[in-house]
Nanobody, 128 residues
């Protein structure tokens, strides 16, 4: 099994920034480089929405249309962590943010069902 723990959420005013982190651990984890990883978010009453994803070596990144140009995903395989730098935050970004991982690549990386492991989520609240 693999365990993911998100951190870094909080309350910020519109236009501000937050940096989220996802720490991976567990018996299934030999190296974080073995996993394709992504960030999703979910607001109350809404479906889980794709935010960003990153491949095994960090060479390829993917972003949802709503965050392109504002968010930046990265990973540090040596430290078994992944990060999401969120800039120019908007009230519409308010949600619980989840870290996800899967062992192999899926063409449907933008869908929650493509991921095998999830963290507990961290709350991001952006005030107007």
């Amino acid at each position: 099994q693999m365990q993911l723990v998100e951190s870094g959420g909080g309350l910020v005013q519109a236009g501000g920034s937050l940096r989220l982190s996802c720490a991976a651990s567990g018996r299934s984890l030999s190296s974080l480089s073995s996993y394709f990883m992504g960030w999703f978010r979910q607001a109350p009453g809404k479906e889980r929405e794709f935010v960003s994803a990153i491949d095994w070596n960090g060479g390829t990144t993917y972003y949802g249309d709503s965050v392109k140009g504002r968010f930046t995903i990265s990973r540090d395989n040596a430290e078994n962590t992944m990060s999401l730098q969120m800039d120019s935050l908007k009230p519409e970004d308010t949600a619980v943010y989840y870290c996800g991982a899967r062992k192999d690549f899926a063409l449907t990386y933008h869908r929650p069902a493509a991921y095998d492991y999830w963290g507990q989520g961290t709350q991001v609240t952006v005030s107007s």
